[in-house]
């Protein structure tokens, strides 16, 4: 059982994880009546940075791009005491994030139309593309520079403007964020933040009528209810849960998919909508598989994410330790028993949300913590007879986020891709990771509208197709 006191977080402040009496920032609430000015003043400014020259955009993003990159220590240094993971980790979040800026910098000039053939006499068509107008971006803690960049850098390259909505779990982040870019040049009124946690100002964002999309990181819960709330015209792109499974076969390199296991299933303490829940491992090698990831999970310690030799931080909230808790227990209770168990630094405050990573075995069929998406530093070994077995174990799932497959075999691999029913598959690496330039996005219940996040695609969302007939006749 854990016993660390639980600590409630304080309306208009964030606190760091691993001492919960640290206040890190603190912000003022968004009423609806602030949020719906907020989406007015963002209205107002849209249609100037529209109008801006591709070369404009592009500036100012590569603007932000340099400054996170010149800041990165701080920004890092922000996000490990307000989200808690390792700062070696929160640095990484601050270079994709940067890296983020550079190609929507790129993005500026790739707002293309595209001609086509002459169908009728005289006339010649055409289209272009134009700026949705106002987006709102609303993001989750997990990733609280990354995932917003992710969301902002596309849409303002498209001459979008932006209405910020950070999770009230990372709100000095965001804030943060906004400074940075009004500093990058970013007219006054393009970029709007609101914060806090009030359903009515969350519902004055989703159903305003000038917004015309909303991109959404966060739960199953909340996706949901946004759809309910959501102007009809806004298209919606919603990232969300994922039950994520690696499966490892007989031929697998056994060491090498042990540590990319481990990483995918307790890096940023398994916080991440891709990390692995269970691992799927094949019945004959099961037992060698499972003492190999255990000594990774025993080589885990976790502490402060400011300390050296700390590999995992803790929980970001006091929600998630006290889920967490109630999930192991029950699962003890269910018959299942800990194989390996990271180690606890002595210098943590004892008041800290600490999860410790955990390997199982023997979680009964049905039970949450094989059943259910995780969200935390718990992974289950499941033996399986064969890689037919495995797919269908992934392919039942309610989600379909990402997969990944362990094999030396490339046409197992290839199978095993083209049949996953996921939106990402891994061949011999972590479930967790992603480029920038692929897209990003579930299948099922992971994902909601009919837009990935990610590269030169990402236009496809922020912005609207106009076809124009051009009849260059005589009269």
């Not at 850098?153 to 400074?179: H, I, M, Q, R, Y």
């Not at 069929?365 to 969200?375: N, R």
Request: aromatic share 6%; proline share 5%; with cysteine.
């Amino acid at each position: 059982m854990h016993s660390a006191p639980i600590a409630t977080e304080v309306p208009g402040e964030s606190v760091d994880p691993a001492s919960p009496g640290r206040v890190v920032a603190r912000y003022a609430e968004a009423t609806a009546a602030d949020t719906r000015a907020a989406v007015a003043a963002a209205a107002a400014a849209a249609a100037g940075w529209a109008a801006a020259p591709p070369l404009r955009r592009a500036t100012v993003a590569t603007a932000i791009a340099d400054l996170i990159d010149r800041r990165s220590d701080d920004i890092a240094a922000l996000i490990t005491r307000e989200e808690g993971k390792p700062l070696g980790a929160a640095r990484g979040e601050a270079g994709k994030s940067a890296e983020q800026f550079r190609l929507a910098a790129q993005l500026a000039y790739l707002v293309e139309g595209t001609t086509y053939p002459q169908e009728a006499s005289a006339t010649f068509a055409y289209t272009l593309r134009s700026p949705l107008g106002v987006v709102a971006a609303i993001t989750p803690w997990n990733f609280p520079l990354s995932l917003a960049a992710r969301k902002i850098a596309p849409a303002l390259a498209a001459g979008n403007a932006v209405v910020f909505k950070p999770s009230p779990v990372t709100a000095g982040v965001g804030s943060w964020f906004a400074e940075v870019a009004a500093e990058a040049g970013v007219p006054d009124g393009v970029l709007q933040i609101v914060h806090g946690q009030d359903p009515e100002a969350m519902t004055a964002l989703v159903s305003a009528g000038d917004v015309g999309g909303i991109s959404f990181t966060g739960s199953d819960a909340v996706g949901a209810a946004l759809r309910r709330n959501a102007n009809g015209r806004a298209r919606l792109q919603l990232e969300l849960g994922g039950h994520n499974a690696a499966v490892v076969c007989a031929d697998a390199d056994l060491d090498a998919a042990a540590a990319k296991v481990a990483g995918g299933a307790f890096d940023l303490t398994g916080q991440a909508c891709t990390s692995t829940d269970r691992v799927l491992v094949a019945e004959s090698v099961a037992a060698e598989f499972t003492e190999l990831l255990a000594g990774k999970v025993r080589a885990l310690r976790v502490g402060h994410g400011d300390r050296a030799g700390v590999t995992t931080g803790p929980v970001a909230t006091a929600r998630q330790f006290e889920r967490l808790t109630q999930l192991k227990d029950s699962a003890l209770a269910a018959g299942a028993h800990v194989v390996a168990e990271a180690r606890l630094d002595d210098e943590r405050d004892g008041d800290g949300w600490w999860i410790t990573p955990t390997l199982f075995a023997g979680v009964p069929a049905g039970h949450p913590l094989v059943d259910g998406e995780v969200f935390g530093p718990y992974l289950s070994v499941v033996p399986v007879g064969s890689v037919e077995q495995a797919l269908r174990v992934v392919n039942s799932s309610a989600h379909g986020l990402v997969t990944a497959v362990h094999t030396r075999d490339l046409g197992v691999a290839h199978r095993f891709a083209q049949q996953a029913a996921c939106g990402i598959v891994k061949i011999n690496d972590r479930t967790t990771g992603n480029g920038i330039a692929p897209p990003f996005g579930g299948w099922k219940a992971s994902s909601g509208g009919a837009f990935p996040e990610g590269g030169r695609q990402a236009l496809d969302f922020v912005t609207d197709t106009k076809t124009v007939y051009l009849n260059y006749g005589e009269r």
